[in-house]
């Protein structure tokens, strides 16, 4: 079983940063891909970005030069580095960590970007 824990997440003015961290109970290393999605209220769930074991990153169009998604594997941790906030970045983000055939989930972790 693995566990996710987010934390990071808080209240930005516009054009401020933050940085989420996801914790994962067990080593990352062998991971097939590690992924931060958001949920903002009334719509679907989305890919924010997404790093692969391969080294391979994809970001969505939405936050391309702004996001930046890193691996820490020694520490078992993924971090989201998110520059230039924008209102429309306000959401619940999760943490999402692809096992072999099975994905986990965290609990997700408000960010709320203010105007």
């Known amino acids: 079983q693995v566990q996710l824990v987010e934390s990071g997440g808080g209240l930005a003015q516009a054009g401020g940063s933050l940085r989420l961290s996801c914790a994962a109970s067990v080593s990352i290393f062998s991971f097939n891909a590690m992924a931060w999605y958001r949920q903002a209220p009334g719509k679907q769930r989305e890919l924010v970005a997404r790093s692969s074991s391969g080294g391979t990153t994809i970001y969505a169009d939405s936050v391309k030069g702004r996001f930046t998604i890193s691996r820490d594997n020694a520490n078992n941790t993924v971090y989201l580095q998110m520059n230039s906030l924008k209102p429309e970045d306000t959401a619940v983000y999760y943490c999402?960590?692809?096992?072999?055939?099975?994905?986990?989930w965290g609990q997700g972790t408000q960010v709320t970007v203010s105007s």
């Open positions: 999402a960590a692809d096992v072999s055939l099975r994905r986990y």
